[in-house]
């Protein structure tokens, strides 16, 4: 009991040297640095545990002296980490990263009754485990990625359904109101949704008369955001105020998309007779108030529970001009604090161009796409990243790479993996279409940090991104 109790203490006085050397490592070191010594500090911490487990003493002695050597060549220089700690660093995670696999493996056949009366099986289940990258992403793809084709035609029909109530409703409530035909969008319709069907958009586009409005590119406003655009009332001298429908969300001469969202909630989210609609289409539709965005929660009915998913469907109501190819849109949580700014959706330039690429060459972009979303959807380090981030980093690297067919998978999947890093390094990703926007301006220092960890180790043992 006293040797135990001794050498927690002398586990304690091992981690508070870990925490001390990880809190004052990125001033020192840089995100990068910081990287390795964390990816270091992680197998020293894992070496320890285990030797805390061991029976033997000598073995625990043999364990702690080693992770101390680890230990002081991480904190030796900036210059060894650079150049000695690598070698250390992946053999422990490559270690780490075969023993759960190996753990998992061992787990499932004791756990399966199948496995153990059927030998063959379980050698399918050891192959398993020694897939190559092409078919793990393949396989992760078909098993976590994919949405089952009667899923995504359920959800899009419940969806529809959403969408021909509330336009039946705004056209009986509010007969005078400009709008076009309402539709789905988003990437379910796209097929770019991952891992469930759980969100779809629903487009409410404003008819605007092109003699009394103009749109205004951001780099030409007083924001200079190249994704905060302005609508102008123009030629009130001939057209004075109120000749359009619009003007009465008019603030300082310029349509106020936030004034636009709030007519929305009052007009569909406040007053639809949603228990009305949800007895309709047999399922439980709640608008989810309190937000700056027009959302409705869908949830199937107790009673069909059983027959369907009890994953609840998100569909966001969103107001949209459109003129040419440009689509605006009104999400004042995109363009808070000004009340008058409409966001420039780059998703059907990026989608477009995904489509054209992969058709002039039977390419995998969109497949690597797909799996990249869900990895990032699945891993909690990860998920701060969405899908536009990951989008440009594909256009980009398309620039310099031709072959994207489906045997090049697994060597795209990585050298976008690498990419990642290099942009989280620099703390900089610039869109394809808007060279000004830096994509990556959102994320904290430390979300930096936990994602630049976690691809860090991906690069060398690519598997801890699909567990």
């Known amino acids: 009991m006293n040797f135990q109790s001794s050498r927690r203490r002398g586990e304690d006085g091992v981690a508070m040297v870990i925490d001390f050397l990880l809190s004052n490592a990125r001033l020192v070191l840089g995100v990068g640095g910081a990287a390795l010594l964390g990816i270091a500090t992680l197998a020293v911490k894992r070496l320890i545990e285990r030797a805390g487990r061991a029976a033997e003493d000598e073995k625990v002695e043999q364990k702690m002296a080693e992770s101390w050597e680890e230990l002081s060549l991480v904190s030796a220089s900036p210059t060894l980490i650079r150049k000695g700690i690598e070698g250390v660093v992946m053999k422990h995670v490559a270690k780490a990263t075969r023993q759960q696999k190996d753990d998992l493996c061992q787990k499932a056949e004791l756990s399966s009754p199948e496995l153990q009366l059927k030998p063959e099986s379980k050698s399918k289940r050891l192959q398993l485990c020694e897939l190559t990258l092409q078919e793990r992403l393949q396989q992760y793809y078909h098993t976590r990625v994919a949405l089952a084709p009667c899923e995504v035609q359920r959800v899009q029909s419940l969806a529809l359904d959403i969408c021909m109530e509330i336009q039946g409703f705004l056209h009986s409530s509010h007969p005078d109101m400009p709008l076009g035909e309402m ?22 586009p404003l008819q605007l008369d092109a003699s009394l409005w103009r749109l205004i590119p951001g780099e030409e406003t007083l924001l200079t955001h190249p994704l905060h655009w302005m609508v102008r009332r123009v030629n009130l001298e001939y057209f004075p105020r109120g000749r ?13 998309a936030e004034a636009v969202v709030n007519m929305f909630t009052k007009a569909v989210m406040e007053t639809v007779n ?5 007895s309709t289409l047999d399922c439980i539709v709640r608008p989810v108030l309190g937000g700056p965005d027009l959302k409705l929660e869908i949830r199937p009915d107790s009673e069909e529970g059983s027959e369907c998913s009890d994953q609840p469907l998100f569909v966001s109501m969103l107001p949209i001009l459109r ?14 604090p000004w009340v008058n700014a409409w966001h420039l959706s780059l998703y059907p330039w990026e989608t477009q161009r995904l ?29 701060p990243l969405e899908a536009a981030p990951l989008a440009n980093v594909i256009l980009h690297l398309s620039d310099g790479e031709s072959d994207w067919s489906e045997s090049s998978l697994d060597v795209r999947f990585q050298q976008c993996i690498t990419e990642l890093i290099g942009h989280l390094e ?5 869109s394809y279409f808007k060279p000004a926007v830096n994509l990556l301006s959102g994320l904290s220092e430390d ?14 043992e690519p598997e801890i991104l699909f567990i």
């Not at 359009?244 to 106020?256: F, I």
């Open 274 to 278: 949603w228990l009305s609609i949800s």
């Open 323 to 336: 003129e040419g190819d440009v689509v605006l849109t009104a999400q004042p949580e995109l363009t808070s």
């Open 183 to 204: 539709s789905l969008g988003g990437s379910l319709l796209d097929d770019l949704q991952v891992v469930s069907a759980d969100h779809v958009s629903l487009l409410v």
């Open 426 to 430: 620099q703390g900089a990703l610039r």
């Open 447 to 460: 979300e930096v940090d936990q994602m630049g960890f976690m691809l860090y180790c991906a690069v060398s």
């Open 355 to 383: 489509a054209q690429l992969d058709s002039a060459n039977s390419g995998c972009r969109r497949h690597t796409l797909k799996i990249l979303k869900a990895v990032c959807r699945l891993s909690p380090a990860l998920r």
């Open 244 to 256: 359009s429908y619009w003007d009465r969300y008019l603030v300082g001469g310029y349509l106020s």
